[in-house]
């Protein structure tokens, strides 16, 4: 499958076809839902002047968009998704966000160290609306990412774990279930 986008602002168009998901949402989604002004085709697009939309469908050969036949050809075979991919991109950004939000509440909560399980629980206060599922993936995002930053130390009762040593304990489930002396600890640095 791909993506077919079309830009308009009053007698201006732009269009990008075969597009994959992963260049839609950077170029063209995830910058329009945040209210990001799109360059592309030698202009500026503003979300707010400027419409933008969205098809899915098969890849457009390139002896099908001779002589501007494209876009018709993209109408016959594709179908419109332009609701659809702005709203994952608005939630994609607004769970970015809350990320990095919540990773200043790990690190002012990690002044003392704490359990995985307890990052979860500051998850699921720091957000009581969300699903326990969207809870564990932010913690599990915040922490892995803190950790890379250098911003966070990961230890179990044997000492201070390597970087090479992270992904295993992380991506267990034990991990986030357990407390006590034996479960792995988080602490800030600096």
């Known amino acids: 499958m791909a993506f077919h986008v079309e830009l308009r602002h009053s007698l201006h168009r ?3 076809f075969n597009l994959s998901r992963e260049d839609l949402d ?3 989604a995830r910058p329009w839902a945040g209210g990001e002004t799109v360059q592309y085709a030698d202009r500026a697009w503003d979300p707010d002047k400027a419409r933008l939309t969205v098809y899915e469908g098969r890849e457009i050969e390139p ?5 501007d036949r494209g876009w018709a050809t993209v109408g016959r075979t594709a179908q419109e998704v332009t609701e659809t991919v702005l709203a994952e991109a608005l939630r994609g950004t607004a769970t970015r966000s809350a990320v ?3 990773k200043a509440v790990i690190r002012g909560a990690a002044r003392t160290p704490m359990s995985f399980s307890e990052v979860v629980n500051l998850a699921v206060a720091e957000h009581p609306g969300r699903r326990v599922s969207e809870c564990l993936a932010m913690a599990e ?4 990412e ?3 930053q250098q911003r966070l ?5 044997e000492g201070d774990v390597a970087p090479e040593g992270w992904e295993a304990i992380v991506l267990r489930w034990e991990s986030w279930a357990r407390d006590g002396a034996d479960a792995p600890t ?3 640095i600096g």
């Open 100 to 102: 990095e939000t919540f």
């Open 141 to 144: 995002q915040a922490v892995w």
């Open 146 to 148: 803190l950790l890379h």
């Open 14 to 16: 732009a269009r990008a």
């Open 153 to 157: 130390a990961l230890s179990t009762p």
């Open 26 to 28: 950077a170029r063209f």
């Open 63 to 67: 002896e099908e968009m001779g002589m």
């Open 186 to 188: 988080l602490r800030a």
